[in-house]
């Protein structure tokens, strides 16, 4: 359980704090503000960067902390900002890194329950929880973020979604 979670989330967000580099040198380079990146979006009703990067983690902190049954990191207002999306990566990768492997590892038959931001609670088993739930949604909003810089121009590869080995 905590390889099919911290041990999945950790990496891939290292790997989105990469795109977002990627993404700010090359409105660098091209002299726009990167906060047009991170408003773009596929489609009207769909969320932008910014809240794609913001769900990526909110999906990634909440899952692990459910179950280690541990309060979840309150990640600040989400921002429109480079420096900001990195501070949520950083302060994601720093919660979930700090959780204690044999709660998380106990915990596949164990039921947890997960919010949803209208206030509903969704009951799972924390196995079902990260195969059908928290796992697909992270690699939605990460897969997103990527295919949003893509489509802006953002030179970027399968080996930055996916990690330099």
């Known amino acids: ?13 290292r790997n989105l704090s990469v795109l977002l580099d990627k993404g700010g040198a090359y409105a660098e380079a091209r ?4 906060a047009v990146l991170l ?18 983690c909110r999906h990634a902190t909440v899952a692990p902390a459910l179950l280690a049954q541990r309060d979840p990191v309150v990640l600040p207002v989400l921002e429109h900002d480079m420096a900001g999306l990195q501070a949520r990566i950083a302060t994601s990768i720093e919660f979930i890194d700090s959780l204690p492997r044999a709660a998380i590892d106990a915990a596949a038959e164990q039921t947890v329950f997960f919010r949803l931001k209208n206030g509903t609670e969704l009951p799972f088993t924390g196995r079902t929880l990260l195969l059908t739930f928290s796992v697909p949604q992270f690699f939605f909003h990460v ?23």
């Open 31 to 34: 002299k726009f503000n990167p």
């Open 39 to 56: 408003g773009m979006r596929l489609a009207p009703n769909m969320y932008d960067l910014a809240q794609q990067v913001g769900e990526a």
């Open 143 to 165: 897969t997103t973020a990527y295919d949003l810089l893509r489509h802006a121009g953002v030179e970027l590869v399968k080996k930055d979604y996916l990690g330099r080995k």
């Open 1 to 13: 359980m905590y390889e099919a979670s911290v041990g999945l989330f950790v990496p891939y967000l």
